[in-house]
């Protein structure tokens, strides 16, 4: 069983940056692609990044390519969701997931295991 814990949201004015972790506890870590999810209200969860477990495959959504770094340190169980130039659009909260394989990392059913969400919200 894993557990994933979410960090870092927060109020930022638009342009501005924000760091998200997910720390895992309970699994061999570097096994598990982790995926970043956001939910804004009344709108469906949606992909936002993706990473497999060794970290040498990346995914992205084409709204956050360019601005958003996913990026994991598997010696410290964490991963990492670096967001630059903030748009109001990226408000919402967001998530992280987790599972074994690589098959299709966009897709929100592909993961077993999820965290709690931490909430960014993004000021114009």
Request: one cysteine or more; hydrophobic letters at 35%.
């Amino acid at each position: 069983q894993v557990q994933l814990v979410e960090s870092g949201g927060g109020l930022v004015q638009a342009g501005g940056s924000l760091r998200l972790s997910c720390a895992a506890s309970g699994g061999t870590f570097n096994v598990y692609a982790v995926a970043w999810f956001r939910q804004a209200p009344g709108k469906e969860r949606e992909f936002v990044a993706a990473i497999s477990g060794s970290g040498g495959n990346t995914n992205y959504a084409d709204s956050v390519k360019g601005r958003f770094t996913i990026s994991r340190d598997n010696a410290k169980n964490t991963v990492y969701l670096q967001m630059n130039n903030l748009k109001p659009e990226d408000t919402a909260v967001y998530y992280c997931a987790a599972n074994f394989g690589w098959l299709r990392p966009y897709k929100a059913d592909e993961y077993r295991y999820w965290g709690q969400g931490t909430q960014v919200t993004v000021s114009s």
